[in-house]
């Protein structure tokens, strides 16, 4: 059982940046991570996600094509920790943010919630016009 933990939302004003951690209770080593989004009166979406490396140096992302050139998403296996960083921010990025650990392929990869067996609470992320 893994849970994970959020942290790091708040409110910035549109074009700013913020980054949002999400801690493991245990290893991530063999999962692959991802972070989506849920905005008010609106269905989940997928955000970003990173590979496991199998021990090498190489991680595999995968972006939403709305974040693409503003949100990073990186992993820190020894802190089992993965982050987002965004970047130009703006108001429809409002939303809670959630990460996720599931299994290691493409199709998780690519943002499909089934593939994700944990999830965390979520953090509250609202940018302001």
């Known amino acids: 059982q893994v849970q994970l933990v959020e942290s790091g939302g708040g409110l910035v004003q549109a074009g700013g940046s913020l980054r949002v951690s999400c801690v493991a209770s245990?290893?991530?080593?063999?999962?692959?991570m991802g972070w989506f989004r849920q905005a008010p009166g609106k269905e989940r979406e997928f955000v970003a996600a990173i590979s496991w490396s199998g021990g090498s140096t190489y991680y595999a992302t995968y972006y939403a094509t709305f974040v693409k050139g503003r949100f990073t998403i990186s992993r820190d296996n020894a802190k089992n920790t993965v982050y987002l960083q965004m970047n130009s921010l703006k108001p429809e990025d409002t939303a809670v943010y959630y990460c996720a650990a599931g299994a290691n392929n493409m199709s998780t990869m690519r943002g499909k919630g089934e593939n994700y067996d944990y999830w965390g609470q979520g953090t509250q992320v609202t940018v302001s016009s």
């Open positions: 245990a290893r991530t080593s063999g999962y692959a």
